[in-house]
């Protein structure tokens, strides 16, 4: 069965104090890996996807990277505003219609909070 | 900037009614979806659309149905509510091509009481 799991559920971080966070997957044939982050009474907003193994991609104080079994979101001296949900979601090879994301599958989340 | 707009940020309602959740997309988006979002229980697709009048069952479908007459808008119908679909739902859009990312609304916090 496809799955998804995050970890840490939740992470207290120190403003500056660099961490990652995990997302593990088991999916029959990986078509993509995908970075979310949530703000409380928002909507998931996108960050990043990832392809293949090896591909990193970054954006501000944030890195994400890619193996064949896990993704890491590396945080790198966090501020009190990158508090948030951050979710994971990978794509599997395609059930029913071909180009359609209703095979997207998310984990539940990792929630951030810095201190300042 | 894409914007996916739901019509209503919380909603109160009692069991047994029939509840409309609106949700319009302005970026020409062939797909659309429709999430639930549930404490220690993620995110769960409950319908989604790739095409107008196309529809496709996803993995908590039971108890609700989705129409989409237009391109830009999906309504969730949840046709007689019950206590256990209290949540918040999410609805998205994206471009057809795989891997492209999905763009979320606000939510509606439903509240069945």
């Known amino acids: 069965e496809d799955q998804v799991t995050q970890s840490p559920e939740a992470l207290r971080l120190q403003e500056g104090e660099s961490s990652s966070l995990n997302c593990s997957y088991t999916?029959?044939?990986?078509?993509?890996l995908f970075w979310y982050r949530q703000d409380p009474g928002k909507g998931p907003e996108f960050l990043f996807t990832l392809y293949s193994a090896g591909e990193e991609k970054e954006k501000e104080r944030l890195k994400a990277t890619l193996t064949k079994k896990e993704s890491f979101l590396h945080i790198t001296a966090p501020k009190p505003e990158d508090s948030a949900t951050y979710l994971c979601?990978?794509?599997?090879?395609?059930?029913?219609?071909?180009?359609?994301?209703?095979?997207?599958?998310f984990g539940k989340g990792t929630k951030l909070s810095v201190k300042p | 900037d894409v914007k996916v707009t739901q019509s209503s940020r919380y909603l109160v309602k009692r069991t047994g009614e029939k509840v409309f959740l609106e949700c319009v997309q302005d970026m020409d988006h062939e797909n659309m979806f429709w999430y639930r979002q549930d404490p220690g229980l993620g995110l769960r697709l409950i319908y989604f659309s790739y095409d107008v009048k196309m529809k496709e069952k996803g993995d908590i479908p039971e108890g609700y149905s989705v129409s989409r007459e237009k391109k830009e808008r999906f309504s969730l119908i949840l046709e007689s509510a019950s206590t256990n679909q209290t949540s918040m739902y999410l609805c998205a859009s994206s471009y057809q091509s795989y891997n492209s990312p999905l763009h979320f609304g606000n939510g509606t916090r439903l509240t069945v009481t």
């Open positions: 979601a990978v794509q599997a090879r395609v059930r029913g219609y071909g180009g359609s994301q209703g095979n997207l599958i």
């Open positions: 999916v029959s044939g990986l078509r993509g």
